[in-house]
């Protein structure tokens, strides 16, 4: 044996036991059964080394073992780049610790480009939880409540910015609705009279909203014309006595509306330092009737959720079967919290989460503890998770949800064992098909082919990779072109064996002719398997990445190889037959 | 064993008919995709959910439709997915970011409302919002041309320009194809279907750049043949190799097609489509045109000396 085919048999053997030690954990994990690891539930030593094993063998990817992949984008309007970029930084921290809370093992959150943050969460049980925890802001504001004398004229502004749309408006189905309601609601909850006098007390003029209350409850025929020149007061239903800390309402199927008119850019120029906000929740008034407070507040918020030091869920002692979150501030929130209650005794406080209020209690007197909590109907688990959510702390900014792939666990399953079958059905055919066709020859490439998957399997597992389904079709793909290249050099072979020449240099010359070819036609796909890595997210990332690999990998066993093997088998002088 | 003792088929010669036949299946492609307005896009691309659900008991495709419609959801496609108890509920709500993905979820709550008698599993959920939609839309198309450019670069340094030109004719036959059987059976474009384009071009390619490498070898051994002799000799000794290679590559992307499983049905087809035509395109449009081009270029070189 020369000294080249030596060294090539040596590097050879190494690589594929190399591999072949490489992919060991992935055989343990495979061989675990799911009742073992069951079992291992109760042993955490058991449960270490099964984790040990796992984290070794090949990671399978979110559509094989379900799980849920999403891209969230963060609102950086008015920021400038490096708010933008401490934004971003941010909001992956803090959703990093809501994750953590939540209780997901080995989440992934990554960001992407200047303005996405990508969560991969495995093996997710809820995903409508997991999405209400990642997508809130989770901004806990304190405000005061103004005092129902201004109402009066905040309405009148918010009316005044609107009337120009009003036309629009007033054509849309919804307004038909909305017309169609108020009687309703109005019968159960007549309003009242002296109430609306003391608001509306100086300026009974035309223009004036309160003056035409009962116009508005009463009224069918002259709704279009109220809604024109009062597009917002006549979404309204205004109601004394309901509550305490706010007499305006709004009918559940204009809430939507509402809150457009409200998120409007022309709403804070015209109000300047109120806003009107809306409850988090309406309030049933009986016949099918829901009414959703509307509070107007200070712009000023006089307590942030960034003083908060504790939050936890505890059941409602008002309300049996409701949950609430009690709060704890820190010390410096804590005096903030204390003066402000002292100010304002006999006012109301209105507690808001992303702009939506949760409650707005009166204050009975000054509140030195700096405790708290937020009340709403809240189940256990809504309850929980806004604990946690506060304790994790606001978004800097807005999220949305751009993007999100969900794979249930089961369809995971079916898809491993539909992938591994396909793939173990396909080689077994290739297999077969080159054994018949080639005969002694046939044996070399079968070991080339079963060589390329143990060491492209060896190869994602030693460098973490993650094997999807569309990776375990790559695999697949991999096994029809690793044969290509041990047809072209056995055609080859043939074609010099026909020429008469020895058996060796036909080898020989057999593998220098088709070593040229080989590499020109797989550079080509490795061409487009770079720009599928490159250009690729989630699903086709997993294809590309192992149809690369498997093409350098197929290259190797083919050329090297292959070769080592067939000059070995030829090297006898005298040999005069081979079965190619 | 071999399928082929030394054969003499007249490539070239039929180059013709073949020429005729591939113009007529792009013509028909093109009037499909113009027809059908383009390619049908999946929700990766236009935006919208999809939610793949297992319902017990069986109810009807028509019984979720009305559901959904009586709940309002106009448009919403409905179909068996891979086995009777799987249904694919796709809708796309180009409205905004927001309210697309949070739509999945309550179309999700009004089935099980609807259907309040089964028991619904949602096996699968795919949202895209219309922004990530056009991005992966210019990303995928940019993908394409990126990946037909690269390949041209390449054949040209290592061939030369005509056989790139060649090259990208038959790629380009044979993405007009796929999309033209695509859009003839009314399948969806989606992220996986452009990664089974980008293969089909590498396949494609790997067995065109096969057969060049032959062609290129063979100008240099028989100086004495002509160009189209050269170019039929070079195919018919390829084509055990390509008939093969063709043959085991299809193989493993139908067992993929069956055995695969629902999710990656139309990747799977896609990929056995693309083998059997580039495997054709190789033999019949991207050297055929080499031929083609030459002679072309003799022709204009005697009419030149003829006018001089």
């Known amino acids: 044996m020369n000294r080249s085919l030596q060294i090539r048999a040596g590097l050879t053997l190494v690589i594929l036991l190399l591999s072949l030690y490489g992919l060991l954990p992935t055989f343990k994990a495979l061989s675990i059964s799911p009742a073992e690891r069951e079992a291992a539930r109760d042993n955490p030593e058991r449960m270490a080394e099964i984790a040990e094993i796992d984290a070794q063998a090949i990671r399978r990817g979110l559509d094989l073992k379900g799980g849920m992949y999403l891209v969230l984008e963060v609102d950086q309007t008015g920021m400038n780049a490096s708010e933008s970029e401490d934004a971003l930084l941010r909001v992956k921290e803090i959703l990093y610790n809501r994750i953590d809370k939540f209780g997901v093992s080995e989440p992934e959150i990554t960001t992407f480009g200047s303005s996405r943050i990508v969560v991969k969460l495995p093996g997710l049980q809820d995903p409508e939880r997991a999405k209400n925890l990642l997508g809130q802001t989770a901004k806990l504001e304190f405000r005061m409540v103004r005092p129902a004398t201004e109402i009066e004229a905040a309405l009148l502004k918010m009316d005044e910015a609107f009337k120009s749309d009003a036309v629009a408006t007033a054509d849309e189905p919804e307004a038909d609705e909305a017309i169609d309601e108020p009687e309703a609601a109005s019968a159960e909850v007549p309003a009242e009279e002296d109430a609306l006098a003391e608001a509306g007390d100086d300026s009974a003029t035309a223009e004036n909203p309160f003056g035409e209350l009962d116009d508005l409850t009463d009224l069918q025929p002259t709704n279009d014309e109220y809604l024109k020149d009062h597009p917002f007061t006549g979404l309204l239903a205004i109601q004394q006595g309901l509550m305490q800390s706010t007499p305006l309402f709004v009918l559940e199927q204009n809430v939507d509306r509402v809150q457009q008119m409200l998120d409007d850019p022309r709403t804070p120029r015209k109000l300047r330092d109120v806003e009107f906000q809306l409850d988090m929740e309406g309030m049933n008034v009986g016949q099918g009737q829901t009414l959703r407070p509307l509070y107007l507040v200070s712009t000023r918020t006089v307590l942030t959720g960034d003083q908060l030091t504790d939050a936890i869920a505890n059941s409602d002692p008002d309300r049996p079967g409701s949950w609430e979150v009690d709060f704890t501030l820190s010390s410096r929130g804590a005096r903030q919290f204390a003066k402000v209650t002292g100010e304002n005794v006999g006012r109301f406080l209105a507690i808001s989460l992303d702009g939506r209020i949760s409650s707005a209690p009166v204050i009975q007197g000054k509140i030195p503890s700096g405790q708290g909590s937020i009340s709403g109907t809240f189940t256990h688990a809504e309850a929980s998770d806004l604990a946690l959510l506060l304790r994790a702390g606001a978004l800097p900014a807005d999220v949305f949800i751009a993007e999100e792939r969900t794979v249930g666990p089961s369809l995971g399953s079916d898809s491993i064992r539909m992938g591994v079958s396909a793939a173990l059905y396909g080689s077994v055919m290739v297999i077969l098909f080159m054994l018949f066709y080639y005969r002694a020859s046939g044996i070399v490439t079968v070991l080339a082919l079963v060589s390329n998957i143990i060491i492209l399997m060896a190869v994602l597992a030693q460098f973490d990779l993650v094997l999807t389904l569309p990776g375990i079709a790559g695999i697949i793909l991999t096994v029809g072109m690793a044969v290509d290249a041990n047809v072209l050099i056995n055609e080859r072979i043939r074609e010099e064996l026909r020429k008469d020449k020895t058996i060796r240099a036909s080898v020989q010359s057999g593998y220098q002719n088709a070593t040229r070819t080989i590499v020109d036609a797989n550079v080509t796909t490795l061409i487009a398997g770079g720009i599928l890595l490159w250009f690729g997210t989630g699903p086709i990332k997993g294809f590309a990445v192992t149809l690369s690999i498997g093409i350098l990998t197929s290259m190797f066993t083919a050329l090297v190889m292959t070769r080592v093997i067939m000059e070995m088998m030829t090297r006898r002088q005298g040999k005069q037959k081979m079965s190619i | ?308």
């Open chain 2, 1 to 308: 064993m071999e399928f082929f003792k030394n054969p003499k088929i007249n490539f070239v010669g039929g180059m013709k008919s073949a020429f005729i036949v591939s113009v007529i299946l792009v013509g028909l492609s093109v009037v499909s995709l113009v027809i059908h307005g383009g390619p049908r896009m999946s929700i990766d691309f236009t935006g919208g959910s999809v939610l793949q659900v297992k319902v017990d008991p069986v109810p009807e495709v028509a019984d979720i439709r009305s559901t959904l419609e009586g709940k309002g959801y106009a448009g919403v496609q409905v179909t068996e997915f891979g086995s009777a108890d799987e249904f694919l509920i796709t809708f796309a709500d180009p409205e905004s970011t927001t309210e697309t993905l949070d739509a999945a979820q309550l179309l999700l709550n009004d089935l099980r409302e609807g259907l309040s008698g089964s028991q619904i599993e949602l096996r699968r959920e795919e949202s895209v919002g219309p922004k990530i939609g056009s991005e992966l839309r210019t990303a995928a198309i940019n993908s394409v041309v990126a990946a037909l450019a690269l390949i041209v670069l390449y054949i040209t340094v290592r061939f030369v320009f005509r056989y790139g030109i060649a090259a990208i004719l038959a790629l380009v036959h044979d993405v007009t194809l796929t999309l033209g059987v695509f859009s003839l059976l009314n399948f969806e474009i989606s992220l996986s279907i452009i990664a089974a384009f980008l293969t089909i071009i590498g396949y494609s390619l790997n067995d065109t750049i096969v057969v060049f490498d032959r062609i290129r070898e063979n100008m240099k051994l028989r100086r004495k043949e002509s160009y189209r002799q050269v170019i039929n000799r070079s195919i018919n000794e390829c084509l055990s190799r390509t008939m093969l290679t063709s043959l085991t590559t299809f193989f493993v992307a139908a067992t993929l097609y069956v055995l695969g499983g629902p999710v990656i049905h139309d990747f799977a087809f896609a990929l056995c489509f693309g083998v059997l035509i580039g495997t054709y395109s190789s033999m019949f449009i991207a050297s055929p045109v080499l031929v083609w081009w030459y002679e072309r270029r003799i022709a204009d070189k005697k009419r030149a000396a003829m006018e001089m």
